[in-house]
């Protein structure tokens, strides 16, 4: 799916979401814009859900997209969260996000994010020594949080390097293979501040081949038999993460939520037969999976860059300021013109779509093939969801988009576009 569920052409030949005409909100609210599609994320969370069953946990990461409406969106889908810092629990919690649904991950947590997991009543999941002495300071004595290891299975998926995270050679989770992580689980069981309640693990990101995921789980179990044998503890919880990749070009054709859950769920089931385990419940993470598709990013074009027989740059008003995963991952993007979606091929042109930012590395898309274009036309680029506004930035001194969300031909904004006063609010004069 490279479009959100309710993608169609309008009747003016142009580009609509959620009923929404994307050129008239171009208008409406300026670019660059990002528009996610409500209906989408409901439908693909409904997905996981069904999927997993009554024996399963759905936890969106936060950190593909927070935003206070979608994560109310989120919640009352019925799903649960995962953050990883103090500032994203923040957020979750005045978005009115249910605390006892949220789960605090992240290496190197500082002890004042370890007391704002405290206060807020979320599941920590350790990842660090550090973490079991720092705990100490922050639980009154006699009091326990519930509490996860996470473990690093010593695999690597087929995923760019930099959102590989389950290899030996990780900074995230207790190694398997070289005992650490049952060193782990043996402190968090001494722990008489921590209620050990699961395991969990992530092997990474903008993942197709869902064969890691089954090999993490295999490794896992393998961890999970040996606890059961020598300290007698079985997890009541098992974490596999997330990682589901998702379609950026037309090309790309990802599995669903379904298809990857079924897997770990074969592999849980099975993988606990063979070692004669009880099943525990498995949980998924959803995050890109859930909020990429969802969004749709609006630029418009400004300047034409024709150089005779090498390329045409056509210049957009955002950028990498807010999509630095084309120059961060090498990430490959579709554009559409959204008053021309679907042109007849032969009056395709190929140009490169540049960013704004003074940067020879701002570039989104690299040969596109799209209709001629001119100053003013609006391009689309879809699965702009996952990523894009969460790592954006003021480079340049650019203030960072608009973000709305449609429903049944209406829109409303949900974080307005920033201003050059914005700019300067924490600065000091």
């Known amino acids: 799916m490279l479009l959100p569920v309710t993608y169609r052409v309008g009747a003016g030949g142009r580009m609509e979401v959620g009923g929404a005409d994307l050129l008239e909100l171009a208008r409406e609210h300026g670019t660059p814009l990002y528009v996610y599609d409500e209906e989408t994320v409901r439908t693909i969370a409904r997905e996981f859900i069904a999927a997993m069953g009554p024996a399963g946990h759905v936890l969106y990461s936060a950190k593909a997209f927070a935003s206070p409406q979608f994560l109310h969106v989120v919640a009352e889908e019925g799903l649960g969260l995962d953050v990883v810092s103090a500032g994203e629990l923040h957020l979750a919690l005045r978005s009115g996000f249910p605390a006892d649904r949220i789960y605090f991950l992240g290496n190197n947590k500082s002890r004042e994010d370890l007391e704002a997991a405290w206060r807020a009543g979320a599941t920590l999941v350790v990842d660090g020594f550090q973490e079991f002495d720092l705990l100490l300071e922050v639980i009154p004595p006699g009091q326990r949080m519930r509490a996860e290891v996470r473990l690093s299975p010593g695999v690597r998926p087929d995923t760019h390097e930099y959102i590989a995270t389950g290899q030996l050679d990780s900074k995230f989770g207790f190694s398997v293979e070289s005992g650490a992580a049952r060193q782990a689980v043996e402190r968090a069981l001494a722990h008489d501040r921590l209620e050990l309640v699961g395991l969990h693990s992530h092997i990474g990101s903008q993942i197709f081949d869902l064969r890691g995921h089954a090999a993490a789980m295999a490794i896992m179990l393998d961890l999970v038999a040996e606890l059961q044998r020598d300290l007698g503890f079985t997890p009541r919880r098992l974490g596999a993460g997330g990682g589901l990749g998702i379609a950026y070009t037309r090309d790309d054709d990802p599995p669903t939520p379904r298809e990857f859950v079924s897997t ?129 930035s003021n480079y340049n001194g650019m203030p960072r988009p608009a973000v709305v969300m449609v429903r049944d031909g209406a829109a409303r904004l949900i974080r307005r576009r920033e201003t050059l006063d914005d700019l300067l609010l924490t600065e000091v004069f």
């Open 264 to 392: 770990l769920r074969a592999a849980l089931a099975g993988g606990c037969a063979q070692r004669g385990l009880p099943v525990p419940e498995l949980v998924v993470e959803p995050g890109r999976s859930l909020a990429g598709p969802a969004g749709v990013a609006l630029y418009t074009v400004g300047a034409i860059k024709e150089i005779p027989g090498v390329r045409t740059f056509v210049a957009v008003d955002g950028g990498m300021g807010d999509n630095i995963r084309p120059k961060l991952y090498g990430t490959r993007y579709e554009a559409i013109k959204v008053d021309d979606p679907e042109p007849a091929d032969a009056g395709l042109r190929t140009v490169t779509i540049a960013g704004k930012y003074c940067e020879s590395a701002d570039i989104l898309v690299t040969d596109a093939r799209l209709p001629p274009l001119a100053a003013g036309d609006v391009i689309a680029i879809p699965a702009a969801g996952a990523y894009c506004l969460a790592m954006a």
